[in-house]
């Protein structure tokens, strides 16, 4: 599948910004399923500075700074990104979750895998508590495959959470997630991460988009698409990392379209930074996923 991808992000201030300092993480990001074809930023008011860099996880990173003074600031993003179909994988042929976590104490330098085991612990939003230990038990029983565990977790996770983007906000605790059973996408990523770490086993966020499907005999929606996240655990050397949806209750697909991950949502944010100023702001964001096969049309 090849896609046109076009995000935009808008900022009111209250009172004029002088000078402002983002980073941001809205560059799709290339990896052996996905081709990035063609990328473009174009930002308003015009930058004093400009940098693009790659983060310690290997995503494009890029650095603004606006040095005069400004009521409004967008960023729209565009990107053309091709997506390949995954090969097929049995969950129930993957390693008992047991032998995955132990493959992982003999893992100490860059060369053998260590950047794995980082994904195994604590991070800034994700943090190991018993909440999360007992609520992954039941799906990591004794010697279970780990792919069929962890598809057993979001399945759950899906169930039992429901999504209501008034439960929570970017700032709201794992905790409160816990306990309310209410939340977005990302805060469900973080949930199933969260029960992935408390079995030992290395888990990242995933941020990007996801294509909505229309019902059948409607026209695509250009513009019901929103900014996403998901999970992605680590099955073993020979199956490697394995991405799941808990939002939707499934695997990943050609449907998905990855911008950068990291260790929890504060890792990849789409835009954060330093601003002098400004009064409070109000921000509205716009994401349009446009298959190209249809556009065409």
Request: charged residues 20%; contains cysteine.
């Amino acid at each position: 599948m090849r896609y046109r991808v076009r995000h935009t992000t808008r900022y009111e201030y209250g009172e004029d910004v002088p000078v402002a300092h983002h980073l941001l993480h809205l560059t799709a990001r290339p990896h052996p399923l996905q081709r990035v074809r063609r990328s473009q930023l174009t930002i308003t008011p015009a930058t004093a500075l400009r940098a693009d860099h790659t983060d310690y996880f290997g995503n494009a990173l890029i650095y603004v700074a606006v040095q005069e003074p400004h009521s409004s600031f967008e960023i729209t993003a565009e990107s053309e990104v091709e997506v390949f179909a995954a090969p097929r994988r049995d969950p129930s042929a993957t390693p008992p979750w047991e032998a995955v976590r132990e493959s992982l104490r003999g893992l100490t330098g860059p060369d053998d895998g260590a950047d794995i085991v980082q994904y195994a612990f604590d991070s800034a939003l994700v943090t190991v508590s018993p909440d999360l230990a007992d609520y992954a038990r039941p799906s990591f029983t004794p010697g279970r495959p780990v792919a069929e565990a962890s598809i057993d977790l979001i399945r759950r996770v899906h169930r039992d959470f429901a999504f209501d983007p008034s439960a929570t906000t970017v700032a709201t605790p794992l905790s409160v997630v816990m306990r309310q059973r209410r939340g977005v996408c990302q805060d469900f990523a973080q949930v199933v991460i969260g029960c992935l770490r408390a079995q030992g086993l290395p888990a990242r966020y995933v941020s990007g988009y996801l294509r909505t499907l229309p019902p059948p005999g409607k026209p695509r929606l250009v513009g019901a698409d929103v900014s996403h996240a998901w999970a992605s655990v680590w099955c073993g050397g020979g199956t490697g990392w394995l991405d799941l949806c808990p939002t939707n209750d499934r695997p990943t697909d050609q449907d998905f379209i990855t911008i950068a991950w990291g260790r929890d949502y504060a890792d990849v944010s789409p835009v954060r930074g330093v601003l002098m100023g400004g009064a409070g702001h109000a921000l509205t964001v716009s994401v349009d996923v446009e298959p190209l096969e249809q556009a065409a049309e």
